[in-house]
Structures are given as C-alpha cells and as structure tokens.
C-alpha cells in the first residue's frame, strides 16, 4: 500500500491566526501537530525548528512586519537558529536558491515567512515559488514596491499568482502621485493578506471604498493619518472589514474622538496604537473590544493612571508599553 497522501493545508483554520498574533507560539505549535498528524512530517519539522526558545523568540515584537528578519542570527547565540540555514538542511524538493539581481533585492526566509521580493517577475519564472505555496512551505509573500513600474508589474500578476497570500507594503513606492489604477487593481487580489498604507500619499479615488474592494484583508497599517477628511473616511471604513485581525494606527489620526470606529471592532486581535492627539479619554472604549488579545501603545498624551485602568479592567489583555512611552510614565 503506497503512502498516505498529505492532507491539503486549511489556510483559514491553521496559518493565518498564526499571523493574526504572531507572539502566540502556542498557535505554530499546534499547527506543526496537525502537520504531523496529516502527511506532512517534513514540514512540521520545519515549524518546531522555527520555534526553538531563545531570547529572540520571547523578544518578539508584535507585528509581522516589524520583524527583521535578516538579524535573527545575531539576537540568538543558537548558529542554527539562521532560518535560512535550515530551509536548506531540510531541502524540499522545490527549493534553489532564488535570484537576486542585485544587493538590494533580496529573499529572506524567516520562520514561516518568505518575504520582501524586492522584483515580483519572479513569479513569472519558472514555478519554485507557485510550487511552494501549494505544498505548504510559503505562507506570506512580501510585496515591497518601490516605483510605479514595480507597482504595475504586481498588478499585472498571471492570475494563479494572485491567490497566493502576500503583504504590499507601499511605503517605499517613489512616485510623485500614488499609482491609482494599480491600486485598483491589486487591492480585490484574494491573497491580499496585509497592506500598508500612507494615506497622506494615496489619492482619495484610490482609498475609497477600500473595505469593499479588499474584502480578505486581515493585517492593515496606516501611517501618517493627518487631521484631513480623506484620513476620516479611511477610519470610517474599519468596522467593515471583517476579516481584519490586525490593525496599527498612528500619527495625528485616531484622536478621541474618530477612536469610536476602532473601538467598534469586534474581530481585532491586536491593536498597535501610535495617535499623538490620544489621551486617556480615546482608550475608554477599548474594554468594548471582544476580541482584543494585544495592545502596543506609544502615545505622548495618554498617562501611566490610564494604562493601570486599562490593565485592571482588561485582565486577558496583554500591554505592550512602547520604549519611549515607558520613559516618561516609569513602568506600566
């Protein structure tokens, strides 16, 4: 009797609440079990590697995209920690080394994430990367564009690409107005996983209705959220994303009041709070938050009084008070 086939890998249920609070090792745990338990010993072996308890691991910072990746080696004194090291002793079948054209492009593997593709042509070349998505070993695709011409040539992906689950980070896009037609067109991909955003950057055409056209968003950053009525409009579509898990804001948007369409989310698990017009008043409706599991805070105005407040009646949330907060409220 030939071997089991492996089971076909449910994204829903096992890789992205891994990605919704990356801090929870307990979650990559238990999806190396089910791996185990369903055809893929090697890949599971993977995931425990990746898990290994070192300082780096319980230093992690909360979100995915914060994570460098690349020093990784240097925060654990483990030499085999080096992910990329370990990819290779594993060697799945799909694996070569990938391109690099030049030193800035450049492919890290880290954990379960395979991330910033500096030239998305790759996906036009050969199937390595389409090859490992489908078996299980990619989860995340990192999306970094850095002009227009990168822009267009995400939006131009063949359409089995467009499934595979990846983050467009476009704070890095150089151009002088945002690429709206791209925009358009990326933002409906079902692997839109993550996006970051400078909305003091995008036209508002391109911003508008962005709840309905990227209806699988789970991970969401808005940087530089400017007192303007095109930031408003951008917080008044959070409570439609229902897939939204995770969400970093900052800048002079949330203030105390707009912080009511935050605090209407029910699905966030994490929540990266960065406003400088906050004050204790605009964290009052977080203990309405279900769902919250994680807050990150680093807001002049609010004070060490309202962070105890929240600790005390939020007990199952953890709060991560950011080094520059810290040092003037004292611990907290």
Not at 3 to 31: C, G, H, T
Not at 149 to 158: T, Y
Not at 200 to 225: D, G, I, V
Request: proline share 8%; net charge neutral.
């Amino acid at each position: 009797m030939g071997a089991r086939k492996p089971k076909p890998i449910p994204y829903e249920e096992q890789v992205w609440p891994i990605f919704d609070n990356p801090l929870d090792m307990s979650r990559r745990l238990a999806f190396a079990d089910w791996l185990d338990a369903n055809g893929h010993r090697q890949r599971a072996d993977w995931v425990r590697l990746c898990c290994g308890d070192c300082q780096y691991t319980r230093d992690l910072r909360i979100s995915f995209t914060n994570v460098e990746w690349t020093t990784v080696a240097c925060h654990c004194s483990d030499p085999l920690w080096h992910p990329k090291q370990k990819l290779e002793a594993i060697q799945p079948e799909w694996w070569q080394t990938p391109p690099n054209e030049s030193g800035y492009q450049r492919v890290h593997f880290g954990r379960m994430i395979i991330g910033e593709l500096g030239d998305p042509r790759w996906l036009y070349e050969g199937d390595w990367l389409t090859r490992a998505w489908r078996e299980g070993w990619l989860e995340l695709l990192s999306l970094h564009p850095r002009d227009a011409e990168a822009f267009n040539r995400i939006a131009d992906m063949r359409e089995e690409c467009q499934a595979i689950p990846f983050l467009l980070d476009t704070t890095r896009t150089w151009c002088e107005q945002a690429p709206e037609k791209p925009y358009r067109r990326v933002l409906p991909f079902e692997g839109l996983h993550g996006l970051i955003l400078c909305p003091s950057e995008l036209s508002l055409k391109a911003l508008r209705n962005f709840a309905e056209t990227a209806p699988h968003l789970r991970y969401l950053q808005l940087l530089s959220l400017q007192k303007r009525p095109s930031s408003l409009r951008a917080l008044e579509q959070l409570p439609h994303l229902a897939h939204l898990r995770s969400l970093v804001i900052g800048t002079s948007h949330p203030d105390d009041d707009s912080m009511k369409y935050i605090t209407a989310m029910q699905q966030v698990e994490f929540l990266g709070l960065y406003g400088k017009r906050l004050t204790d008043r605009g964290l009052e409706g977080i203990p309405e938050m279900s769902s919250l599991r994680y807050l990150s805070i680093d807001v002049p105005k609010v004070s060490r009084a309202a962070i105890e407040r929240l600790r005390r009646d939020c007990p199952g949330l953890t709060i991560q008070v950011e080094r520059d907060m810290r040092r003037r409220i004292g611990p907290a």
